[in-house]
């Protein structure tokens, strides 16, 4: 096994002092070497919260678009099939497939030229299959790369 610590991208989707939404690309990079369950031998684990979680799967049709809204609650978003994009207040649009993840925190955002959260929706000719992990803590507001 590698002693060299992992570095995993996410997106993090979040809300400025402003109320305004944004995209940050960000990485996970607290690593620790550990087995999961002894005797199974070590692997690099970051475990990332302690907080309560809500996980599901959603499945977007073809053609689904999610006009402005924020997130429910802070939540990871990891596609599973399919591919979609997330766009934020301040223009960018992020796209995603397979493997990728993002955080969505955007629930301090408030309302600015008919916009307010984000919009998503899938791309291409198969739908999108997400799980949602939701977790139960407040968003924080004003700061990108929340998880290390």
């Known amino acids: 096994m590698s002693d060299e610590k992992p570095t995993i991208p996410y997106w993090h ?3 400025d002092a402003d109320g305004i939404s944004h995209q940050t690309r960000c990485a996970f990079t607290e690593f620790e070497q550990k087995s999961m369950s002894p005797p199974a031998p070590p692997q690099w684990q970051g475990q990332k919260t ?7 799967v959603t499945v977007q049709p073809v053609g689904w678009t999610g006009d ?3 997130n429910p609650k802070p ?16 223009g960018t649009r992020v796209e995603m497939g397979p493997g990728e993840i993002s955080f969505g ?4 955002v408030r309302e600015v030229d008919g916009r307010k959260g984000h919009r ?4 291409g000719d198969e739908p999108a299959v997400l799980m ?17």
């Open 13 to 15: 989707l979040w809300a």
């Open 50 to 56: 302690h907080d309560g979680a809500t996980v599901f």
């Open 68 to 70: 402005w809204h924020p």
């Open 75 to 90: 939540q990871w978003i990891i596609p599973l099939s399919g591919r979609w994009f997330v766009e934020s207040m301040d």
């Open 105 to 108: 925190e955007d629930q301090n």
């Open 120 to 123: 998503s929706g899938t791309i």
């Open 132 to 148: 949602i992990v939701q977790v139960d803590k407040p968003p924080t507001t004003g700061s990108a790369c929340r998880f290390r």
